[in-house]
Nanobody
């Protein structure tokens, strides 16, 4: 059974940092491109970043480029997202998803599924 379990969310002030993790199981993680997506209160799901199976190619939404860094540890079936220079508009539930996106409109699955239960990030002063 596929499982994606996110952790690391919490509260931060604008300009602060957080590191999200996602532990995957139930599929061959090291052979699959992965992504982080997010959903702000009252809004739809938004793609954030993707990474190739080997970790050699990464893509980012313009809204997070230069501030967020996606990475992965295939030996431990774990996906990461480093969030730096946080802004209030980064407040959202963050999910890891078993999809790969070149851009927001070019994803292997437009519904960003399957994904985990999410971890909440709140940015406020």
């Amino acid at each position: 059974e596929l499982q994606l379990v996110e952790s690391g969310g919490g509260s931060a002030q604008p300009g602060g940092s957080l590191r999200l993790s996602c532990v995957a199981s139930g599929f061959s993680f090291s052979t699959i491109g992965m992504s982080w997506v997010r959903q702000a209160p009252g809004k739809g799901v938004e793609w954030v970043s993707s990474i190739f199976s080997a970790g050699d190619i990464t893509t980012y939404a313009d809204s997070v480029k230069g501030r967020f860094t996606i990475s992965r540890d295939n030996a431990n079936n774990t996906l990461y997202l480093q969030l730096n220079s946080l802004k209030t508009e980064d407040t959202a539930m963050y999910y890891c998803a078993r999809v790969f996106c070149w851009t927001a409109s070019r994803c292997s699955r437009p519904d960003f599924a399957p994904r985990g239960q999410g971890t909440k990030v709140t940015v406020s002063s």
